[in-house]
């Protein structure tokens, strides 16, 4: 390949990037899309995809396993691990290959190959040991995040870092999960299934510790109900391998004294403890792109870096964070620099966590709104009360809603209940679009389907609850709405 010109070069074919190459491409410049390594990135080749696959897996295993009481009977249940692996590697295989081709008919150029940059408008690109040069009109850094390690294991065989313990050839006996955010709960939720003896480790007081803390407690519920040991506020101090290739993992509770560490041997220690940005090989100075002190790549309101003619989006300006995030800024990025004005800042994001039962959070949570105002509206409704869940046999979980008492707006929805990943966006549009709380509970929702509960928790919150029974209004936590 010779030295050539794009209008639009991405670097990154994850989600961001590619939804930007493609909508610019739309707009009708020509458009390069440079990939190291797979179409899809970390999102769909060993992280999002293969682990809602094997959430499914796992969920479809825990079912089978409960469908006595309605009245079906099924011996003998196993499962095979490794057809599970191919079902999920042939879905990931799928989705890649359609990918390529809306590439192709879109009319985006996919160049295989690291990228660095070597000025504020020409990029080296190593392919295959041989170095070309790119060079671009735009450019957009779409190169996401890579998971973070702790020092002490380092270097060990036994320790797997985030998605990289999807591909586990066999099952371990014991295993330990350290980080109670998204990644790890969702890990411990699918190994627990399969019959790991499960033990998962949070630094913080709670797991999901950005999530409403109602949400919280649910979740670490549910995780023990299934045998998850869940260990909060615990510290992992220090690692050792063992003879028989095992960890032994030494941890210590916050509130507990210095000498007062715990020990257990593991087969397997998974480590989640959150995601880095991934700024390490751009030789971003030579761009004149300015980084933050940990490597985020700093970026205005419209996602314009230092550089104004090179923009940024995704996991590369937070850290970590959300596939869907990503594409949305994928687009405000492409539209700020064929000159719209934008705010990246305005985007609503909602979060979703595929166990069973799901959980899903938009808008701010009770903690959030309780900083902001003296007046707030807070609603529950349990699925337990729900026709939709108890008939599907899902009862778990609940629906919860938090507004500004003074303006009577829907601010935030937190869901545990199964769909909770389905059922968030509508709670997402109604929150977008500032919408009442008087307005939110006219909304005619089907019956009997789950969706129900969102309209149930914001009657509750208003005081006028319909399929709330007395003794279990009573029951509920008294949330002193004003």
């Not at 100075?285 to 933050?292: E, I, K, P, T, W």
């Not at 903690?367 to 778990?396: H, W, Y």
């Not at 938090?402 to 707006?409: E, I, L, M």
């Amino acid at each position: 390949m010779s030295v050539d010109t794009f209008d639009v070069v991405v670097i990154g074919g994850g989600p961001g990037g590619y939804v930007a190459a493609i909508r610019a491409a739309q707009s009708g410049m020509r458009t390069a899309l440079i990939e190291r390594w797979k179409l899809g990135g970390t999102c769909l080749n060993k992280g999002c995809i293969p682990t809602k696959a094997m959430l499914h897996a796992a969920y479809m295993l825990s079912r089978i396993r409960t469908l006595d009481k309605l009245g079906i009977t099924v011996k003998d249940v196993s499962f095979n691990y490794e057809q599970m692996l191919n079902w999920r590697d042939g879905i990931v295989s799928a989705l890649r290959r359609g990918l390529e081709g809306l590439m192709r008919s879109n009319g985006v150029e996919v160049i295989f190959g690291r990228a660095s940059f070597a000025s504020t408008g020409e990029l080296s690109v190593v392919i295959n040991g041989n170095e070309f040069k790119v060079k671009f009109k735009h450019a957009i850094i779409a190169t996401g995040s890579k998971p973070r390690n702790l020092s002490c294991l380092e270097g060990s065989k036994s320790c797997l870092l985030g998605e990289g313990a999807l591909f586990m050839h066999a099952l371990p006996n014991k295993l330990a999960v350290i980080g109670g955010g998204a990644i790890g709960v969702e890990l411990a939720w699918i190994y627990s299934s399969l019959g790991c003896n499960v033990t998962l480790i949070e630094l913080m007081p709670r797991v999901l510790p950005s999530m409403d803390s109602s949400i919280s407690r649910g979740i670490e519920t549910q995780l023990q109900k299934m045998g998850v040991n869940v260990m909060t506020a615990t510290c992992v101090k220090s690692a050792e391998e063992t003879d028989d290739g095992g960890v032994k993992l030494h941890w210590q509770k916050l509130a507990s004294e210095p000498s007062d560490l715990q020990c257990e041997h593991f087969e397997k220690v998974i480590v989640a403890i959150g995601r880095v940005s991934d700024t390490e090989s751009l030789n971003a100075h030579a761009a004149g792109v300015q980084l933050c002190d940990d490597g985020r790549v700093m970026v205005d309101c419209s996602l314009r870096t230092s550089t104004p003619h090179i923009y940024a989006i995704g996991d590369v300006i937070r850290g970590g964070g959300l596939a869907h995030q990503a594409m949305a800024e994928g687009e405000l990025a492409v539209e700020a620099l064929c000159g719209a004005k934008v705010d990246a800042g305005k985007l609503l994001i909602p979060v979703c966590i595929y166990t069973h039962p799901e959980v899903a959070s938009v808008g701010l949570t009770e903690e959030q709104m309780r900083k902001q105002t003296d007046s707030i509206l807070v609603g529950e409704f349990p699925m337990r009360a729900n026709g939709r869940a108890l008939t599907c046999d899902e009862p778990e979980g609940f629906v919860k809603v938090v507004g500004d008492g003074r303006t009577g707006t829907l601010s935030g929805v937190h869901i545990i209940s199964a769909g909770a990943s389905e059922l968030i966006s509508g709670a997402a549009f109604a929150i977008q679009l500032g919408m009442k709380f008087d307005d939110y509970i006219k909304l005619i929702r089907p019956h009997p389907t789950l969706s129900e509960a969102l309209g149930e928790a914001a009657m509750a919150a208003v005081g006028r609850p319909l399929h709330i029974p007395k003794p279990l209004r009573k029951a509920m936590r008294s949330r002193g709405n004003t």
